[in-house]
């Protein structure tokens, strides 16, 4: 089975085709991240018009890329949930064009399965699993029983992991996206300043990461004013170690608690050198599945993959009235 599949939920515009639900033949993803750059965040209305002057080339590239013909295909993936509106719908309108010019059936995808099924790709999934969403929107624990099968074990309350680590390089001066260097400095730094481990011993398995990025900029707001140094290596190890222990202290929780196989790591703060590190110190026990980092980030081939798992279990493709939503949970299916 081919699937040529489209994502465009944020500022990423990418398409692959996957064989099998296994196999990457093609992969493309064309980044805007120089774009957004210079407004220190992700600008919807930008986004969309790139997804539009650059969506046809990426589409075009993964099919020549894969060196298959276009009748080859036999339905098209595209993320439907959640996400910037008007990125997404260019990407479901260019699935819909090019199903609909080919004569094969659409499907959508919530980006969030996606992430998860990035593990597929280069590991075996291992039934029951308990997966760490992590990304600049979403920060949350799902349970997997079986293929194409999610249960919510808990999420963030407020603030996602990505956006807590986007404003804190924000208020460093530190660019953007802020995760990978905060994540670079943070090697390079000590664990000197004290901040909070939110949530730590509470709620069992939700997350809040609103209070550790106020004490941040507070700490750094209150060094300002004093005419203090500011040890940014420093403050990113700290605020980094925080985060970390938080994640991985639930998640090995909720391995215990529901008696899992396996662990996966998912979405783009999987990147994390300190997270990935930590949790496979702490997950002895555990098979740990963690993506490599150019599945980890939006990615076309992730939404490929769980199209395929999806397909198999419900057996059906979605009509030409499929629609955008910039917020769905995860279905059960
Ligand atoms: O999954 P993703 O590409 O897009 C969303 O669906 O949100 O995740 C992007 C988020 C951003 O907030 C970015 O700062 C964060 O992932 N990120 C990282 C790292 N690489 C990307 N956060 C921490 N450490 C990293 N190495
Ligand atoms: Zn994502």
Redesign the pocket.
């Known amino acids: 089975m081919i699937i040529l599949a489209i994502e465009t939920?944020?500022d990423e515009t990418s398409a692959a085709v996957v064989k099998d639900g296994k196999e990457i033949l093609s992969n493309v993803v064309v980044s805007q991240m120089d774009i957004h750059k210079e407004f220190g965040g992700v600008v919807p209305e930008v986004a969309s018009r790139h997804h539009v002057t650059s969506i046809t080339k990426v589409i075009d590239s993964a099919i020549e890329q894969a060196s298959i013909n276009t009748k080859d295909i036999d339905f098209v993936a595209v993320t439907k949930s959640p996400g910037l509106i008007g990125a997404l719908l260019v990407g479901i309108n260019a699935a819909k064009a090019f199903a609909l010019a080919n004569k094969i059936p659409i499907l959508g995808v919530h980006?969030i399965k996606g992430?998860i099924y990035a593990n597929q790709i280069e590991n075996e999934m291992k039934f029951p699993l308990v997966s760490l969403v992590v990304?600049?929107?979403h920060t949350e624990l799902i349970y997997m029983e079986k293929h194409n099968s999610f249960k919510q074990i808990g999420s963030t309350l407020d603030d996602a992991v990505?956006?807590a680590?986007?404003k804190v390089a924000r208020v460093l001066g530190l660019g953007y996206?802020?995760?990978?260097i905060?994540?670079k400095l943070a090697h390079q730094g000590d664990i000197t300043y004290d901040l909070p481990k939110p949530y730590l011993n509470k709620d069992e398995f939700e997350f809040s990461f609103s209070g550790l990025k106020s004490a941040v900029i507070n700490l750094i707001h209150n060094a300002r004013q004093r005419n203090e140094e500011i040890r940014v290596n420093d403050v990113c190890a700290s605020f980094q170690d925080s985060v970390t222990d938080v994640l991985v202290y639930k998640t090995i929780k909720a391995a215990n608690k529901f008696n899992v196989k396996q662990i996966i790591v998912a979405?783009?703060?999987a990147?994390?050198?300190g997270l990935r590190s930590k949790m496979k110190e702490n997950s002895s026990g555990f098979d740990l599945a963690i993506p490599s980092i150019k599945y980890c980030?939006?990615n076309a081939a992730m939404i490929g993959i769980a199209a395929y798992y999806q397909y198999q279990d419900l057996n059906n493709y979605d009509k030409m009235d499929l629609n955008g939503k910039p917020y769905t949970e995860l279905d059960k299916y």
């Open positions: 939920s944020c980006h992430h990304s600049g929107g990505g956006e680590y986007d996206p802020g995760g990978p905060v994540d979405g783009g703060v990147a994390n050198k980030t939006d």
